[in-house]
């Protein structure tokens, strides 16, 4: 399954590593974090170093919610804010998350000028999710906090099946 994530504007660092951490410890699901950007200013072309340059980078999300999430290459820990390293992926092949004995992917999309739209998001959610059988559930921010969301998506939806629109 894949969590497509529409930051708001005004997302700060820290709202970020809340973000990534309820998402990838609230479910054994899912397989890929996609966060859609449109200009979001904590995610804007970072000063880092050609990610070629580094060798492949890895973020490590700690069980405990007081560490700070750690990025790593080759082993070693980068000096690097995760947004930073966020704003070097955008529209690249992404890295790995690494949290509670799992792994998924992380990746970042983005758009500009007026085609960032409902219409944008839609379609980079349909093109990695082609499977007929996906639900696909669209929240904001204070709905995704319910732990029940998907619980509650899922069983409307199978009770209208084969029927549902």
Not at 46 to 55: A, N, T, V
Not at 81 to 92: F, I, R, T, V, Y
Request: hydrophobic share 40%; glycine share 6%; net charge negative.
């Amino acid at each position: 399954s894949v969590l497509h994530v529409a930051p708001l504007d005004g997302m700060d660092p820290f709202l970020l590593d809340l973000t990534l951490r309820y998402a990838a410890t609230q479910s054994n699901k899912p397989d890929e974090i996609v966060l859609l950007t449109a200009g979001q200013r904590l995610l804007e072309e970072s000063q880092m170093p050609h990610l070629d340059e580094m060798g492949h980078v890895e973020v490590h999300l700690p069980a405990e919610s007081w560490m700070q999430i750690q990025v790593r290459s080759r082993g070693k820990a980068l000096p690097v804010e995760l947004h930073e390293l966020l704003a070097s992926l955008k529209d690249k092949a992404g890295c790995v998350l690494y949290v509670k004995g799992r792994s998924m992917v992380l990746s970042v999309l983005s758009c500009s000028g007026a085609a960032c739209g409902p219409r944008w998001l839609l379609g980079q959610t349909f093109e990695r999710e082609l499977e007929p059988d996906t639900a696909l559930i669209f929240s904001s921010a204070e709905r995704l906090v319910n732990e029940r969301l998907v619980e509650e998506n899922v069983l409307c939806l199978e009770t209208c099946r084969p029927h549902c629109c």
